[in-house]
Structure formats: C-alpha cells, structure tokens
Nanobody, 117 residues
Framework: QVQLVQSGGGLVQPGGSLRLSCAANGGAFSLYTLGWFRQTPGNQRDLQLVASVTSDGSTMYADSVKGRFTFARDNAKRTMYLDMNSLKPEDTAVYYC?????????WGQGTQVTVSS
C-alpha cells in the first residue's frame, strides 16, 4: 500500500510564502497523476482541486491560485511540492496531496495552512 506523507504548512502572514511537500513510500510514482486539494473552513464538505500534474507533465491550476502557486514533482525522490506565494487569507485551508494512476487512490494526511495577520 502506497502511503503519502505530507510536510510543511503552518501559519503565515498575508503576502507570505510556504512550501508543502508530499512524499510517497513506494509505488510507480512516475506514472501517477498527482494533485493538491484543499478543504476550506467555510466548505468542509468539498475538496477543491488546487493543482494537478499528469505523468507526462501537463499541469493545471485553479483560477484562484494561478500565478501564485507552483506545482512540482520529483520522480526520483517520489515527492511532489506545492510552492505557494502571495498567500491570501482565503487560502486558509487543510491541504491534501493525492496520487494515483486511474483516479486518486492515495491520500496524504492533510496539513493546515493558515494565512492571517
């Protein structure tokens, strides 16, 4: 069973930056589609797709984060990253990484990001 372990996150002031990491302990990582999702305080029933990258490198970003967030993957390290810049209070959420070949079969444990002065 593939496990995804997240790190990073925390409290940051508006306009600040954070990096989230998500490492897999095995599996065919290079073949996975990878995604970062978030669950905001005002919408705890739904997960918003923040960004995704396919195995061939095609990347997609939600409109709300375009130009501010960057998704990167390191297949050799089986790790994905989300670099978040110019953070806004509305970015406050629990962030989850996901991975899988046909759908997102594997989830990280979630990490809190709070943007507040």
């Amino acid at each position: 069973q593939v496990q995804l372990v997240q790190s990073g996150g925390g409290l940051v002031q508006p306009g600040g930056s954070l990096r989230l990491s998500c490492a897999a302990n095995g599996g065919a990582f290079s073949l996975y589609t990878l995604g970062w999702f978030r669950q905001t305080p005002g919408n705890q029933r739904d997960l918003q797709l923040v960004a995704s990258v396919t195995s061939d490198g095609s990347t997609m970003y939600a409109d709300s984060v375009k130009g501010r967030f960057t998704f990167a993957r390191d297949n050799a390290k089986r790790t994905m990253y989300l670099d978040m810049n110019s953070l806004k209070p509305e970015d406050t959420a629990v962030y989850y990484c996901k991975a899988g070949r046909d759908g997102y079969a594997y989830w990280g444990q979630g990490t809190q990001v709070t943007v507040s002065s």
